[in-house]
């Protein structure tokens, strides 16, 4: 079973900064890209930002210039740096993964994490 738990969210007033963090565990043979979605009430969910295995890194246009991704492999662990948060970064963040867990490539998808509230907000 592999399972994504992010952590991090809360409140903060806009211009202020948070750190999300998400952590895969359970049976993981390959960890590949990750990234973070997020979803605010109402609206679609839209991409935050992705990194790659070799830490290649894809951003929102929401979002670029203001976060950063970024992973320890060793600890299955990405994490996204969000400065200068405004209200309209108020969503649900969700953490996914590319994994595979099992010896053949056929044994891969993507697997999400059941989210963490981040609320920009005086």
């Known amino acids: 079973q592999v399972h994504l738990v992010e952590s991090g969210g809360g409140l903060v007033q806009p211009g202020g900064s948070l750190r999300l963090s998400c952590v895969a565990s359970?049976?993981?043979?390959?960890?590949?890209?990750m990234g973070w979605y997020r979803q605010a009430p109402g609206k679609e969910r839209e991409l935050v930002a992705t990194?790659?295995?070799?830490?290649?890194?894809t951003y929102g246009d929401s979002v670029k210039g203001r976060f950063a991704i970024s992973r320890d492999n060793a600890k299955k662990t990405i994490y996204v740096q969000m400065n200068s948060l405004k209200s309209e970064d108020t969503a649900v963040y969700y953490c996914?993964?590319?994994?595979?867990?099992?010896?053949?490539?056929?044994?891969?998808?993507?697997?999400w994490g059941q989210g963490t509230q981040v609320t920009v907000s005086s």
């Open positions: 359970g049976t993981i043979f390959r960890l590949n890209d």
């Open positions: 990194i790659t295995t070799g830490g290649i890194t």
């Open positions: 996914t993964a590319d994994i595979q867990w099992g010896g053949h490539a056929s044994a891969r998808m993507h697997f």
